[in-house]
């Protein structure tokens, strides 16, 4: 089994910061974890990637994140974590973690159940 679970959202003002984090365990991580990514929904909206960061640190960034967001990983602890600043109201959604563990001859693709991120004007 694997398990994901973020943690970090919460109320922030405007212009605030907040720190995500997501932490991917179980006995199912017998590989590792790939890639790592940090999804968002706002109300109405569909899901949409925010930041991903593979094993090596690439990062890759959607534009609405560039400049503010910044992805970070712990390798040891097959942890990532989303730095968000200068918040803005439109950043406020629910804020989903996703894990790509590695299998013997394939990737699998896990989903944490989400952290909801409020910024208030």
């Known amino acids: 089994q694997v398990h994901v679970v973020e943690s970090g959202g919460g109320l922030v003002q405007a212009g605030g910061s907040a720190r995500l984090s997501c932490a991917a365990s179980?006995?199912?991580?017998?590989?590792?974890?790939?890639?790592m990514g940090w999804y968002r929904q706002a109300p109405g909206k569909e899901r949409e990637v925010i930041a991903t960061i593979t094993r090596g640190g690439t990062t890759n960034y959607a534009d609405s994140a560039k400049g503010r967001f910044t992805i970070s990983r712990d390798n040891a602890e097959n942890t990532v974590f989303l730095q968000m600043n200068s918040l803005k109201p439109e950043d406020t959604a629910v804020y989903y973690c996703?894990?790509?563990?590695?299998?013997?001859?394939?990737?699998?693709?896990?989903w944490g159940q989400g952290t909801q991120v409020t910024v208030s004007s």
């Open positions: 179980g006995s199912g991580i017998t590989f590792g974890v790939n890639a």
């Open positions: 996703r894990a790509d563990v590695m299998g013997r001859n394939a990737v699998f693709r896990h």
